[in-house]
């Protein structure tokens, strides 16, 4: 089993920036994908960017230019660094990791608002 622990959410204002952070644990293939989804209320769960463990990333159109994934191997930790936010950022924003199966977080809330 995976567990995966995410962290660095809250509020901000638009314009400002926030560092999102998942620590995996547990069985881990040292070949995987990590990343992030995010689900705004009435809304689908979308993509927002992934990173393999080559370190290619992905990133949805919306998010592009502003927010940067990236990853730390030897912790097994994925970051999310999310700058000029907008408020059609605010979310919940769940962390992954795909290897045969997705495995995903709690979710931590991410508010952007004045």
């Known amino acids: 089993q995976v567990q995966l622990v995410e962290s660095g959410g809250g509020l901000v204002q638009p314009g400002g920036s926030l560092r999102l952070s998942c620590a995996a644990s547990?069985?881990?293939?040292?070949?995987?994908?990590m990343g992030w989804y995010r689900q705004a209320p009435g809304k689908e769960r979308e993509f927002v960017a992934s990173v393999s463990s080559g370190g290619s990333t992905y990133y949805a159109d919306s998010v592009k230019g502003r927010f940067t994934i990236s990853r730390d191997k030897a912790k097994n930790t994925v970051y999310l660094q999310m700058n000029s936010l907008k408020p059609e950022d605010t979310a919940v924003y769940y962390c992954y990791m795909f290897y045969r199966s997705y495995y995903w977080g709690q979710g931590t809330q991410v508010t952007v608002s004045s």
């Open positions: 547990g069985s881990i293939f040292s070949i995987n994908t």
